[in-house]
């Protein structure tokens, strides 16, 4: 089961702005894709959005409140709501909603849902998805690319690294930080999985990103996947991307918030992918999931030079190293774009990589005949 989905939202000082010319219908509204189908019921009906078996009508993942938001004023909090209305347009789940913040402003919210292999996409503020009827952390595996594996929601890790703490309520992970942006949970119980992926994604941000402030910027641009814990155990897309309950940004903090203006005619939007499917285990779930959204991104193959890049990379590790404070070695890091050195300690270890640079340039430097090269490189390696 494959669907993605386009969702607007727009912040507004106390105005219903919802599509008039589309005719509310109460009883639930069906999208198939597939062996599965979501269901999207308008008003109060629980649950308010399901994803289930078409055959069987077996619910699987729900979402009592479709419409959130994360507010920033006098006291942090969030609003909820429901669709209003629900149509097919198009070939399309079209829902429409209001959300009441305690403040008075009204945020309406338009989505339309689609079944792949239409590229769609979706947006909003926050996106949960349980599994239906709730099963406890204990029964879910999560995959979060490049910070998450085979780890269930339960017990802790380094109490440092992103999820390091797995008794946390969130676990919210920029999505710059994953190479091949996803999430995945399996459960053992009902035999399903769900992935949760963006389409189209453009991350950028014009503030300054290593501070730990409330930044609002309506140029933020990238979201955070990841998971959650309360109410029930969801996977979930925020967006703009707050970070936490561990963060990079400012480990004193346990979140870093990023979030929109709320102006008249401010509007943003996100696009992901929905995907479903039984599960076999969980390293045939990851492997299916990671080709899907693999797939989906279909990422460029490019003819790369690969003696001009590794010319390129001697050279700079000929002009980097150097003697720092009376010691031989390379810089740290440097900014970009000027070069400009920032730090210098002669790291190591994995992420240092002295040795290892000071081999490469031992190593050119015998084979091209530039003394200067080999003697950096052999000074390095006797520190």
């Known amino acids: 089961m ?24 109460q009883e639930p509204v ?42 920033n004023g006098d006291v942090t909090n969030t609003a909820n709501g429901k669709y209003a209305a629900v149509v097919t347009e198009d070939g399309a789940l079209v829902g429409t909603g209001d959300v009441l913040s305690a403040s008075g402003s009204v945020f309406s919210f ?29 029964s879910s595996r999560l995959r979060i690319s490049g910070s998450w594996h085979l780890v269930r929601l339960q017990g802790t890790r380094s109490p440092g690294v992103l999820a390091g703490d797995l008794n946390n309520n969130y ?25 949760l992926g963006p389409q189209d994604a453009s991350p950028a941000s014009p503030v300054d990103e290593p501070n730990g402030n409330w930044w609002i910027d309506e140029g933020i641009t ?27 940004i400012n480990p004193a903090a346990p979140f870093v918030y ?11 939007s996100y696009s992901f992918r929905i995907n479903a499917a039984p599960s076999a285990d969980f390293g045939l779930d990851v492997r299916q999931s990671w080709r899907y959204h693999h797939d989906m991104v279909n990422p460029e193959i490019a003819s790369v ?19 720092y404070n009376g010691w031989p070695g390379f810089p ?16 190591m270890g994995f992420i240092g990589q002295q040795l290892p640079a000071a081999h490469l340039l031992l190593r050119d430097g015998y084979l091209t005949g530039q003394s200067n090269l080999a003697d950096m490189g052999r000074r390095i390696l006797d520190f």
């Not at 669907?3 to 939202?9: D, P, T, W």
């Not at 339309?112 to 239906?132: F, I, K």
């Not at 920029?174 to 999430?183: G, K, Q, S, W």
Request: aromatic share 8%; with cysteine.
């Open 2 to 25: 494959k669907f993605s989905s386009l969702a607007a939202v727009a912040a507004l000082a106390a105005t219903n702005t919802l599509a008039r010319h589309l005719q509310p219908r």
């Open 30 to 71: 069906t999208l198939q894709s597939g062996d599965y189908e979501l269901v999207i019921t308008p008003g109060d009906a629980e649950p308010s959005v399901a994803m289930r078996e078409t055959a069987s009508g077996t619910v699987l993942f729900v979402e009592e409140q479709p419409l959130q938001i994360l507010l």
């Open 110 to 138: 338009k989505t339309a849902t689609r079944s792949h292999p239409m590229a769609d996409s979706q947006s909003g503020v926050q996106l949960p998805l349980h599994l239906w009827p709730d099963q406890p952390a204990r």
């Open 171 to 195: 676990f919210y992970i920029r999505e710059m930080r994953m190479p091949l942006p996803f999430v995945m949970m399996q459960d053992s119980t009902s035999g399903q999985h769900l992935s």
């Open 222 to 248: 990238y979201a955070s996947l990841g998971a959650q814990r309360v109410p029930s155990t969801k996977l979930a897309i925020v967006y703009p991307g707050i970070e936490g309950e561990k963060n990079y």
């Open 258 to 268: 990023r979030s929109h203006p709320v102006t008249n005619g401010v509007t943003h």
């Open 305 to 323: 030079p690969a003696n001009d890049v590794y010319r390129a990379s001697i050279d700079l590790l000929g002009f980097y190293g150097a003697d």
């Open 332 to 347: 740290f890091s440097c900014n970009l774009p000027d070069g400009d050195i920032r730090e210098i300690t002669f790291q």
